[in-house]
């Protein structure tokens, strides 16, 4: 090991401006879940031999699909075991290197499985089937999306066909577009699935249904009979898990394994609505906090990575080629407002997450007591920020991914498997531009409700206050508004969310305005024409609204800091001004337009914005990787040759590459690879001395 990098990085961590550690606690929610969460991951990683760090880790050997997918299975059997005997939880939503749960073979069976059993089953079929999900006696995976249907659940076309002689459901695939295909785990990992299904009483289709189903014998794990499964190959990333295909070829099922809390079919086909969505709510809900609350690790990560690497590796003589020793990378301004903006929206993630979790908890309790009167609103909390979180946290990685330059482009730098990893979050689980548009028609109802003088939910109570403002001609009447902050003022965070304000409800009216137009003018379109003529705007006034929201819920964490946190306040305001700011004068996006274009903000404003982000980025600078140490990352979890904590990253990646069993088979044959050798570079040789001969 050299020392060099490793003094270069603890310099770094000898000048920041917090404690560490009590930023771990914060980000882990307190001293006693660090200490747990360690010492599960620590066995989890002794258990699967990944505790030293200068060992190649296996994913960077010649993994074949199945050696990847056999890895994936025992690193999960590993996590259920230590689930089971240490009596905790801690893996149902993340696997032990942060992954989202639906990225290990067998926790798909517990952040999804679970919850669906939890939620739609009734209390007898929950009472049979939870406690063998929670101890693997069973496992089980979700199984909605078709070859030819993902977005638009009531195009699916799987039946569940009720047979009153046997009492028994037949579960079908139709067509070839029928066939179930992606979901997590299926293709050998479960023994069950919850099967939507569209559910057919003597020629009558009472819609998507969901349906216990055994797919597999446990005795030997063969697919029963009328079953056909199995993995869908190779993809973008999730590889130690196999998304899976599975065809039903009249597949019968017993009446009673239909989850039947919210609806029931009794012996004789009688179909019994509870008319209760009390439970698709709940899921849809839960999975989407759990996106919202993941993706933020997975982006920090890819910065731990990325901002080690940016202060070990020196390149260059300086901004003009005029310094006598090379400087470190970080000190590039294009380098260091990237990194420390990126490390900002990981901490906002962070904070937003936090919020809705709190949210999401009263609203579930809500539920249980049959009040449904936040659910419009709740719905477009957590379809907002999930699109939201997964596309800021996807793009973060994949910038903190070019950041590392030639070697970020190393499957040995973990980045790709980060970034591959991430990018599956804006499409999974509702696809995000479908999603903003669900926020933007909740937006659009209570523009309407305003139109029509009626009254909104008082969560939207921001949009009912600037009706008057914002809504007549287009908007046109904001166009005159005009921010009268300047110079320090734009740190004060009452000011930022005027600005935020003022943008969201000046899209959402302008919006509402051009949709009205279009439905109402002389030559009148339908709606649904109107809706996807301006469908980018409508994603604009959705994006902005949820901007706008979430600064609003990051301010209000940050002013309920508990006391013993209250010494991170400066570093973490200092973050989250960056983090407001720069969305505003960040030169790689175009998001800033919608803030200025109507010339709320003036050219001089934008300019005392970027001077202030430029200071908090002098003083955000020695913390930079302190702020990335805090989220408290193994190094067995990183698995980056460039990315580990002493910083050594130039004799770690050339110790991994020597290991590379390709490189050691050559050196075996004196450094020659002998089947291209043998099979391909020999003969071409040949042919080319006998063609010279000629
Ligand atoms: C890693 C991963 C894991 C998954 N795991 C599971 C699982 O466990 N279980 C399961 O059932 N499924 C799973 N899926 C499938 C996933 O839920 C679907 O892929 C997702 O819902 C998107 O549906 P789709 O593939 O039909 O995309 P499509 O809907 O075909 O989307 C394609 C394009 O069309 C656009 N589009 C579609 N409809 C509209 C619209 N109304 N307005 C505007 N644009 C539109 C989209 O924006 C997108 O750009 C998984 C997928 C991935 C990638």
Redesign the pocket.
């Known amino acids: 090991m050299s020392n060099q990098p490793t003094q270069a990085i603890n310099e770094f961590r000898s000048n920041s401006s917090f404690d560490t550690d009590l930023m771990t606690c914060f980000i882990r929610g307190g001293p006693e879940n660090v200490r747990n969460h360690r010492a599960a991951v620590t066995r989890v990683e002794k258990a699967l031999g990944l505790d030293d760090s200068w060992k190649l880790p296996p994913q960077y050997g010649e993994q074949n699909r199945s050696e990847q997918l056999l890895q994936g299975i025992n690193a999960s059997r590993v996590m259920l075991r230590d689930q089971n005997d240490h009596g905790h939880e801690l893996f149902h939503h993340r696997t032990y290197n942060y992954q989202l749960a639906?990225?290990g073979a067998f926790n798909?069976s517990l952040v999804?499985f679970l919850p669906c059993l939890q939620y739609l089953a009734s209390p007898e079929q929950a009472a049979e089937w939870i406690p063998k999900v929670r101890s693997g006696a069973i496992t089980g995976?979700?199984?909605?999306?078709e070859l030819?249907?993902?977005?638009?659940v009531r195009g699916l076309e799987t039946t569940a066909t009720y047979d009153r002689e046997a009492d028994e459901f037949i579960i079908h695939s139709p067509t070839t577009a029928s066939t179930?295909?992606?979901?997590?785990?299926?293709g050998f990992a479960s023994s069950h699935t919850v099967t939507?299904a569209q559910l057919q009483i003597d020629g009558k289709n009472h819609g998507v249904h969901a349906f216990l189903t055994q797919i597999r014998s446990l005795e030997d794990w063969k697919p029963l009979g009328g079953i056909e499964l199995g993995d869908i190959g190779l993809?973008?990333?999730?590889n130690a898990v196999d998304?899976g295909y599975l065809r039903f070829n009249h597949f019968r099922i017993p009446r009673t394994a239909m989850l039947d809390r919210h609806a029931q079919v009794l012996p004789g086909g009688k179909y019994v609505s509870r008319g209760d969505l009390t439970a698709m709510y709940a899921i849809m809900l839960k999975l989407r906090s759990i996106i919202v609350n993941g993706v933020p690790y997975n982006l920090a990560q890819a910065l731990t990575i990325a901002t080690r690497y940016s202060v070990i590796r020196t390149q260059g003589l300086g901004p003009n080629g005029l310094l006598a020793i090379e400087i470190p990378i970080l000190q590039y301004k294009s380098q260091h407002f990237r990194i420390l903006t990126l490390i900002a929206k990981s901490y906002a993630g962070l904070l937003v997450g936090r919020n809705l979790e709190a949210e999401v908890s009263v609203y579930l309790v809500q539920l249980t007591k049959g009040d449904h009167s936040n659910s419009g609103y709740m719905h477009v909390v957590c379809a907002g920020y999930k699109a939201w979180a997964s596309q800021l946290c996807a793009d973060g990685a994949d910038d903190a991914r070019r950041l590392c330059g030639g070697q970020g482009y190393l499957a040995m730098s973990g980045l790709p498997d980060i970034v591959t990893h991430l990018h599956?979050?804006p499409?999974?689980?509702?696809?995000?531009?479908?999603l903003w548009?669900q926020v933007f028609r909740y937006l659009f109802k209570c523009t309407q409700q305003l139109d029509s003088g009626g009254r909104i939910p008082k969560s939207m109570r921001y949009i009912a206050d600037g009706f008057q403002e914002y809504s007549s001609g287009n908007g046109r009447s904001s166009i005159g508004l005009k921010c009268t902050a300047h110079g320090r003022d734009f740190l004060d965070p009452i000011v930022q969310l005027s600005f935020y304000r003022h943008r969201s409800l000046r899209l959402i009216f302008a919006t509402s305005a051009k949709i009205n137009r279009d439905t109402t003018d002389k030559e009148p379109t339908t709606a649904a024409n109107a809706w996807?003529r301006h469908?980018m705007s409508i994603i604009d006034a959705a994006r902005a609204h949820i901007e706008y929201t979430g600064l609003e819920a990051i301010y209000a964490q940050l002013s309920a800091i508990p006391d013993e946190y209250a010494m991170l306040r400066l570093v973490l305001d200092r973050l989250m001004n960056l983090y407001s700011l720069s969305t505003i004068i960040n030169p790689y996006t175009t998001a800033g337009i919608t803030f200025a274009e109507d010339g709320y903000l003036s050219f001089s404003q934008l300019e005392d914005i970027r001077g202030l982000a430029d200071e908090l980025l002098g003083q955000l600078y020695f913390d930079a990787v302190a702020l990335t140490d805090a989220w408290d990352f193994s190094d067995a979890s990183l698995a980056s040759a460039i990315g580990c904590y002493d910083g050594d990253a130039y004799e770690r990646l050339l110790s991994w590459t020597r290991q590379l069993p390709i490189n050691m088979k050559a050196n075996k044959n004196d450094g020659v690879f002998v089947p291209a050798w043998r099979g391909i570079i020999q003969p071409m040789m040949d042919g080319l001395k006998v063609e010279a001969k000629l």
């Open positions: 639906n990225a798909q999804i995976t979700y199984a909605q999306t030819g249907h993902g977005t638009f179930k295909f992606w979901p997590g785990s299926l939507m993809k973008f990333g999730y998304n599956g979050t499409t999974f689980e509702g696809e995000n531009y479908v548009q996807n469908m």
